[in-house]
């Protein structure tokens, strides 16, 4: 078995155009619809993930800025800027790129940002709108993982589902949002015991560890589809959590890096702010 390459890239290039009208249509009612990413410091890795933000806004034109702030900057000045932009009736989305600085409250920024603008979907309000299963901003990243499974085809109604790792941005809003989609979901983590007997039951499985290759071939289900959310640094190349080679002769769908969940993730980034400025408009 050979499996089949979920290419996120691909699908977030088809997303573009009917992004794209979207903002037309914004645009037609007087709305010009805008994001803007407050950085702080000097992280390389941020800086890459801000620079892909203002290029997909640039090409679905959608007016971005970026506010980077210093190294040193204090929290409330911090909160300042968000209030600013809060209160700014042409921004729609505003995103606080992570991670802030150590000395920075990275709680107290988010739930700083109006719900109606929080792109990134991580404030409580949106968080706990989620749980009950109500409309509001959902985390880009699972979020790209639903699109990238239903584009494929793939059943999720009654499915299976596993997903490792237990973070507030990808771990537990991914087991929420395919809970949603009525797949039984087992969420599994550092302490979880016997992990492999329990992949291997699962027909959609999500690695989002942290572990570079720390899924192999024989913690899959034959013809499962293995979705990586990693992204790590080995010896100057960028791999995930997957053993991407052994586990694509097992597998029947798998996501490469990169390539796979990165571009959805920007993709579900623009669906937001496209979304906040529609509501905004009303």
Same mark, same amino acid.
């Given at each position: 078995?050979?499996?089949?390459?979920?290419?996120?890239?691909?699908?977030?290039?088809?997303? %573009?155009?009917?992004?794209?009208?979207?903002?037309?249509?914004?645009?037609?009612?007087?709305?010009?619809?805008?994001?803007?990413?407050?950085?702080?410091?000097?992280?390389?890795?941020?800086?890459?993930?801000?620079?892909?933000?203002?290029?997909?806004?640039?090409?679905?034109?959608?007016?971005?800025?970026?506010?980077?702030?210093?190294?040193?900057?204090?929290?409330? %000045?911090?909160?300042?800027?968000?209030?600013?932009?809060?209160?700014?009736?042409?921004?729609?989305? =505003?995103?606080?790129?992570?991670?802030?600085?150590?000395?920075?409250?990275?709680?107290?920024?988010?739930?700083?940002?109006?719900?109606?603008?929080?792109?990134?979907?991580?404030?409580?309000?949106?968080?706990?709108?989620?749980?009950?299963?109500?409309?509001?901003?959902?985390?880009?990243?699972?979020?790209?993982?639903?699109?990238?499974?239903?584009?494929?085809?793939?059943?999720?109604?009654?499915?299976?589902?596993?997903?490792?790792?237990?973070?507030?941005?990808?771990?537990?809003?991914?087991?929420?949002?395919?809970?949603?989609?009525?797949?039984?979901?087992?969420?599994?983590?550092?302490?979880?015991?016997?992990?492999?007997?329990?992949?291997?039951?699962?027909? =959609?499985?999500?690695?989002?560890?942290?572990?570079?290759?720390?899924?192999?071939?024989?913690?899959?289900?034959?013809?499962?589809?293995? =979705?990586?959310?990693?992204?790590?640094?080995?010896?100057?190349?960028?791999?995930?959590?997957?053993?991407?080679?052994?586990?694509?002769?097992?597998?029947?769908?798998?996501?490469?890096?990169?390539?796979?969940?990165?571009?959805?993730?920007?993709?579900?980034?623009?669906?937001?702010?496209?979304?906040?400025?529609?509501?905004?408009?009303?």
């Amino acid at each position: 078995m050979s499996a089949i390459i979920l290419s996120g890239k691909e699908l977030a290039a088809q997303l %573009e155009t009917p992004q794209a009208q979207r903002v037309r249509d914004l645009q037609a009612r007087g709305v010009s619809p805008k994001l803007v990413v407050v950085m702080a410091g000097d992280n390389p890795a941020s800086a890459i993930y801000v620079r892909n933000k203002a290029r997909a806004c640039e090409r679905l034109g959608i007016l971005s800025d970026t506010i980077h702030l210093s190294q040193t900057v204090s929290q409330q %000045e911090l909160l300042r800027v968000i209030d600013g932009l809060n209160a700014d009736p042409t921004v729609h989305g =505003i995103l606080i790129q992570l991670p802030l600085p150590e000395h920075l409250d990275e709680d107290a920024a988010l739930l700083r940002v109006n719900p109606a603008k929080d792109v990134d979907g991580f404030h409580l309000y949106n968080a706990g709108r989620l749980l009950r299963g109500e409309d509001g901003m959902r985390p880009c990243t699972p979020q790209g993982i639903v699109r990238l499974l239903k584009s494929a085809g793939i059943a999720l109604d009654g499915a299976r589902a596993v997903v490792i790792g237990r973070s507030n941005i990808v771990g537990k809003p991914a087991a929420l949002m395919l809970t949603q989609e009525n797949c039984t979901v087992t969420l599994c983590h550092s302490h979880t015991r016997d992990l492999a007997q329990i992949t291997c039951q699962a027909d =959609i499985l999500v690695a989002a560890v942290g572990k570079p290759r720390f899924v192999t071939a024989d913690m899959v289900k034959p013809g499962a589809a293995v =979705i990586d959310v990693g992204i790590n640094r080995v010896d100057g190349k960028v791999v995930g959590d997957v053993d991407f080679d052994a586990v694509s002769a097992v597998a029947g769908f798998i996501t490469p890096v990169p390539g796979g969940v990165g571009p959805m993730t920007v993709s579900m980034l623009m669906e937001n702010t496209l979304e906040a400025a529609w509501k905004a408009s009303r």
